[in-house]
């Protein structure tokens, strides 16, 4: 799941940035050969900016605190059907048994198939079940995740007027950086401040 987060960010600093560079080609396409020429000049002026994905995921509160949710649910649930599933088994041990001793009627043998076979097939369903609405559950949160990050960092680079914003962390592609051009503070100090509402709530009370 950090993979595919860590993946998620890089397509977000990649757009965030994006639409300047393809606005800067545009306009050197638009001005001919004499934006040739002015192209090298203007490389020097770029204000460039970084922030490490894995430290936004390891200290952005929310983000934690719905993921060790869901990880507690995950093994909630995966207890209780491993519970059911042994519950199955000795089901199927006794019914076994009986048959082998003779107890059971054959028509009573071909019921106590279907009984434990439609038990089976509800412990499956459930099981699928509980793990689409996980799936559902971490996706939602990673969407949630991508618009507040995107959200913040459209913001910040208005508002600080970086040309880019790069993703440095394992596997993003970049090297090497200036620790002075991190920039994960700020938009860790924003993603953790409270939402307006529970603010205003506290104020009121």
Not at 8 to 21: D, N, R, T
Not at 26 to 51: D, H, R, W
Not at 104 to 125: G, I, T
Not at 153 to 166: F, M, N, P, Q
């Amino acid at each position: 799941m950090k993979t595919n987060i860590a993946l998620i960010l890089s397509s977000i600093l990649l757009i965030a940035v994006g639409y300047l560079f393809f606005a800067q080609n545009q306009g050197g396409a638009s001005s001919g050969k004499a934006a040739v020429t002015a192209t090298p000049a203007s490389s020097g002026s770029l204000n460039i900016v970084f922030v490490n994905s894995d430290t936004l995921l390891e200290k952005y509160i929310f983000y934690q605190d719905k993921v060790n949710a869901l990880d507690l649910k995950s093994k909630d649930a995966e207890t209780a059907l491993q519970a059911r599933g042994r519950a199955l088994e000795r089901e199927f041990l006794q019914a076994q048994q009986k048959v082998q001793q003779g107890l059971l009627a054959p028509n009573q043998v071909q019921q106590e198939e279907q009984r434990l076979m439609q038990k089976q097939q509800s412990l499956v369903a459930e099981q699928e079940k509980v793990g689409k609405q996980l799936m559902d559950e971490r996706q939602k949160l990673l969407t949630e995740l991508e618009k507040q990050v995107k959200d913040i960092l459209e913001a910040v680079r208005k508002e600080k007027g970086y040309d880019y914003i790069l993703n440095y962390g394992p596997g993003t592609g970049v090297l090497m950086v200036n620790d002075s051009l991190d920039i994960t503070p700020l938009v860790l100090e924003r993603l953790n401040q409270p939402a307006p509402a529970a603010t205003e709530g506290k104020k009121a009370n």
